[in-house]
Nanobody, 115 residues
Framework: QVQLVESGGGLVQPGESLRLSCAASGSIFSIYLMRWYRQAPGKQRELVAAIGSSGSTNYVDSVKGRFTISRENAKSTIYLQMNSLKPEDTAVYYC?????????WGQGTQVTVSS
């Protein structure tokens, strides 16, 4: 079993930055995919960024150039550095881990961008 715990959300003004963290614990193996999703009120959950075990990354177009996903394998932790935040980035952000047939989710952390 795998547990994921997100942290780092909060209330910021447009243009500011936040760094989200997701710590994984439990039966973690070396090869796994980790992703950040977000869900705004009244909208479907969308994939924001992904990072593979090799470090390869992918981003949704709306965050390219502003968000950076990274991982620290020794700590089984991934990060999402979010710069130049916009009000439309407001959402609950979820960490997701894919390992073999397992698909695990964190509880989510709220990010609110408002002046």
């Amino acid at each position: 079993q795998v547990q994921l715990v997100e942290s780092g959300g909060g209330l910021v003004q447009p243009g500011e930055s936040l760094r989200l963290s997701c710590a994984a614990s439990g039966s973690i193996f070396s090869i796994y995919l980790m992703r950040w999703y977000r869900q705004a009120p009244g909208k479907q959950r969308e994939l924001v960024a992904a990072i593979g075990s090799s470090g390869s990354t992918n981003y949704v177009d709306s965050v390219k150039g502003r968000f950076t996903i990274s991982r620290e394998n020794a700590k089984s932790t991934i990060y999402l550095q979010m710069n130049s935040l916009k009000p439309e980035d407001t959402a609950v952000y979820y960490c997701n881990l894919i390992q073999g047939s397992g698909n695990y989710w964190g509880q989510g952390t709220q990010v609110t961008v408002s002046s």
